[in-house]
């Protein structure tokens, strides 16, 4: 026996991910249901071998269903994912929106797995931002070693976090370069972002961080421990699918790092490719398609006690977005619901 499980906002790139995603991992589903805006009713969508037709999001009854993935944006999850939950569907959030809410688990399955079980306060649970969960999956075993104090993180986010009008907006203004007079002017981004990096990834706050940064800081500390301390700086780069981050870590006591390269392989959800050579590290490029979360660059940090350097690299519409929030379904499945 499987469950019901609905699709909100089939139609966009992490909706369609989520799909492809069930399908490859087997997940135990009796009936789908792909939901969409009303401008997208009608639309195909791929689930294994079978082809779906979008479903009205607006019209849709969710009792009887067991698990909603929403992939839309916090103001229509603030509409529809109380609906869903008040009807006794599970919702597994990828937004923003309930991330920071303390009645709400936010969850990584690799991290903390057993936060699933606070599910029944509101019969939501959140996804976290993509460059925090990447990360966290890296830090969980350390810390678990070693006790983690600081993290420094700098990361290097794709442009398909923010959407297909971005990813056109770097292929296009990419094409425009080679063609004088074609050049195209940003409209998703506040600079150009072919052949450029921004500093600049979601709005401003008043200490000058802008808001991913805060979500790294705060959704570390509600994963992972609140007692870390994290400094983040991201930034958008030209590159379509895939963050890499490289983060420097500074433990309570000394893990040297050929332990450090140890564990990691140990780890769930972690390939490590850490070779000194030319070449012998995961890039974007190479991470695109794949459920791990890869490090490279592994190496001690002399300038302060305890420390450790990596690089850290994943496919963010897949473990930053869609296979999350599966593996959250997997694991609400393994856990409470217990059908398949």
């Known amino acids: 026996m499987g469950y019901k499980v609905a699709v909100v906002g089939a139609t966009g790139n992490v909706g369609r991910e989520m799909l492809n995603i069930l399908a490859e991992r087997q997940f135990p589903v009796d009936e789908i249901a792909a939901l969409a805006s009303r401008r997208s009713l009608g639309t ?21 269903w067991d698990i909603a993935l929403f992939a839309i944006g916090s103001d229509a999850t603030k509409q529809y994912a109380p609906k869903a939950a008040k009807a006794g569907c599970i919702v597994i959030d990828n937004s923003s929106l309930y991330r920071y809410d303390p009645d ?78 074609q050049e195209v002017a940003p409209k998703v981004y506040p600079k150009q972002i072919a052949f450029n990096v921004i500093p600049h990834i979601d709005v401003f706050m008043e200490d000058g961080s802008t808001k991913e940064e805060w979500k790294m800081v705060a959704e570390t500390k509600k994963i992972v421990d609140p007692s870390i301390k994290v400094t983040a700086t991201c930034v958008r780069v030209p590159v379509f699918v895939g963050h890499s981050e490289a983060i420097n870590i500074e433990f309570e006591e000394f893990i040297d790092e050929d332990e450090v390269r140890d564990i990691l392989r ?50 963010n519409l897949r473990k930053g977005a869609a296979l999350n929030a599966v593996q959250i379904a997997e694991t609400l499945g393994n856990r409470v619901l217990k059908k398949g």
Not at 44 to 64: A, I, R
Not at 137 to 147: E, F, I, Y
Request: one cysteine or more; a negative charge; hydrophobic letters at 35%.
């Open 44 to 64: 195909e969508c791929s689930f294994g071998d079978t082809t779906l037709k979008t479903q009205d999001l607006d019209t849709f009854d969710f009792t009887g």
């Open 104 to 181: 709400i688990p936010l969850v990584v399955p690799e991290v903390n797995p057993e936060a699933v079980d606070g599910y029944a306060k509101k019969n939501i649970i959140a996804n976290p931002n993509c460059s925090t969960a990447q990360m966290v999956v890296a830090l969980k075993p350390l810390h678990d070693r070693a006790r983690i104090k600081r993290v420094v993180v700098s990361t290097y986010q794709s442009v398909s976090g923010t959407g297909k009008d971005a990813i056109d907006e770097l292929w296009d203004q990419t094409k425009g370069m080679y063609v004088p007079g």
């Open 266 to 315: 140990e780890a769930p959800g972690i390939l490590v490719v850490d070779k000194r050579e030319a070449g012998g590290y995961v890039t974007p490029v190479e991470c695109v398609g794949d459920y791990a979360t890869f490090i490279s660059r592994i190496r001690q940090d002399s300038t302060i006690e305890n420390g450790i350097n990596l690089w850290c690299v994943s496919d």
